[in-house]
């Protein structure tokens, strides 16, 4: 086994010399020659190489360049490619093997993306026995950073690693407790990457798409939304770039994902805006979601593109060919429309009408009702108020009832589950836990009944638009005819778990759990309820 790399990030007052000298007086050395690096990390824009404890970067010393597969360590490769001929971009790209099938389910769609850039001199030192054998080796490197494209480098500072010798594990430890007792290092996790994105000011895993507040209960309710809102506004900032440059399809989905939040923290955190600012910004942002809406179709049935083949029997599969050409085409022509929807003055202007309201101090004398309350209260309260209406509208669903009203009581679920995602640090954990996983049970159950028959419609008009639009061979109808046909018998098979699915969600240990989490009136009046407050 394969003692781990120790990593150490020197204070600002060692020097290189300084730690040389300390070095020295302490153990025998001699020294390699000093060694340059250019090197730059990659990962997608959500750090999911990270989060699955990998690394992946390019160096590069004259003409040779090497991708290098490491853990978080940066150290001991698990793969190596010489001179690649083209760097990866999607999962597909990577180069066959281990790699490929380790990076490639972590990417799923996303794209690589250049993170930070390196340059350093690397000092390498080697401690020495009696016998004037290597027994450790002790890299201490000088570097800068920069964002890539950048013309700014930054400097990184001193680090210090200790690469160990199978073998002279005494002699490791006994350096270890040197720079720990007398130069008082202590050791980091984190490599390179974290050194060089902490001198650009960044750190790892600096963008998430998912929710992590954490609120006091005696917060005032309206600052905790101007807290929430200005946290998604940042999310959907963060994604226009990536979704004007088209760098993968994610970059828009979180962007919506983030605006259908923002909506729905709008209308669900009642009573902490005044009336004419609620209206204010209601329907530019449900433009913003109508306005990407047809990118993302084109999105989706592209990233669903394969599926709907291998669905089919081999000996159609082809046929669906030039509705994948379709596809490819509208989605690039509803791109550029949404690059010019993103680029308007009308979009612009929102974000940043949007963001001052946010960052303006919350008034003294609100004329919002709920402005000053204890947000444990307003959160607890809405929370029971939507899974009442929840429960009411789940239990009226029978098997002959429309389909519009599962989709109404999808639409319900996901409220209760946004509320539950923006408030859940106000409660125990693993409770709330419980109620999201029972949740999405329900939620996907939904989701998938709406997402069959959405689908199959969208392929009945996108055949009629091929047939208008031009000559489309019969056996590509047929194919489609065949792909909503399929679609349609998944969504009933949805419809018959339906019963289920709700029996998870409406079970003793979920609804013991809303009534003792959240406050509400004993005896609530069913009849309002029902009327959509």
């Not at 390699?32 to 699955?52: A, E, H, I, N, S």
Request: proline letters at 7%; aromatic letters at 8%.
């Amino acid at each position: 086994m394969i003692t781990p790399v120790s990593n150490y990030q020197l204070p600002t007052e060692w020097s290189l010399e300084a730690c040389l000298h300390a070095l020295g007086d302490a153990f025998p050395l001699d020294s390699d020659p000093d060694q340059g690096l250019v090197c730059t990390y990659f990962d997608t824009f959500d750090w999911r190489l990270y989060k699955g404890g990998e690394l992946l970067r390019l160096e590069q010393e004259g003409r040779e360049r090497h991708l290098i597969w490491s853990g978080l360590d940066d150290a001991n490769p698990r793969q190596s490619l010489r001179n690649p001929e083209r760097l990866p971009v999607f999962a597909p790209d990577l180069p066959p093997g281990a790699m490929a099938e380790r990076l490639g389910p972590l990417m799923a769609m996303r794209a690589l993306l250049p993170v930070v850039e390196v340059k350093s001199r690397m000092v390498i030192l080697r401690v020495l026995d009696d016998e004037e054998k290597t027994v450790l080796r002790i890299v201490l490197e000088e570097g800068q950073a920069r964002t890539p494209g950048s013309a700014s480098w930054h400097p990184m500072g001193l680090s210090l690693r200790l690469m160990p010798v199978r073998g002279y594990n005494e002699e490791l430890a006994e350096v270890k407790r040197f720079l720990r007792k007398k130069m008082g290092l202590r050791e980091c996790p984190e490599g390179r990457l974290a050194a060089a994105l902490a001198a650009l000011g960044r750190k790892p895993l600096d963008y998430s798409s998912k929710l992590d507040f954490h609120f006091s209960p005696d917060q005032r309710a309206d600052a905790v939304a101007r807290q929430i809102h200005l946290h998604l506004l940042n999310t959907i900032e963060a994604n226009i770039p990536g979704v004007k440059a088209a760098t993968d399809s994610e970059f828009l989905h979180d962007l919506r994902v983030a605006v259908r939040r923002t909506r729905s923290a709008l209308t669900q955190i009642k009573g902490v805006f005044e009336a004419q600012d609620l209206e204010r910004f209601k329907g530019r942002l449900a433009w913003v979601g109508a306005v990407t809406g047809p990118t993302r179709d084109m999105d989706v049935y592209l990233l669903g593109f394969d599926g709907y083949q291998n669905s089919l029997p081999k000996a159609f599969r082809k046929d669906l060919e030039p509705l994948r050409e379709f596809l490819i085409a509208h989605q690039a022509s509803e791109q550029q429309t949404l690059v010019n929807r993103i680029n308007s003055p009308h979009f612009r202007g929102l974000l940043k009408e949007w963001r001052e309201f946010l960052e303006a101090p919350p008034p003294q004398s609100p004329g919002a009702p709920k402005a000053r309350k204890k947000i444990a209260k307003v959160a607890g309260r809405r929370i029971y108020r939507v899974y009442e209406r929840v429960m009411i509208e789940g239990l009226m669903i029978l098997p002959n009832t429309p389909a519009e009203r599962l989709h109404e009581l999808r639409k319900e679920c996901k409220k209760l589950r946004y509320l539950l995602e923006f408030f859940q640090s106000l409660y125990p954990k693993k409770k709330i836990k419980v109620l999201v996983k029972a949740l999405k049970v329900l939620l996907d159950n939904l989701g998938e009944f709406q997402d069959y028959e959405v689908q199959a419609l969208k392929l009945r008009e996108l055949a009629h638009q091929m047939v208008a639009e031009g000559s489309v061979p019969a056996d590509t109808l047929l194919a489609m005819g065949m792909l909503v046909d399929g679609l349609l018998r998944r969504q009933q098979q949805a419809r018959e778990q339906f019963t289920e699915c709700f029996a998870v969600f409406s079970g003793r240990e979920v609804s013991d759990l809303f009534e003792t989490l959240f406050p509400h009136k004993p005896k609530p009046d069913l009849g309002e309820l029902g009327a959509g407050s």
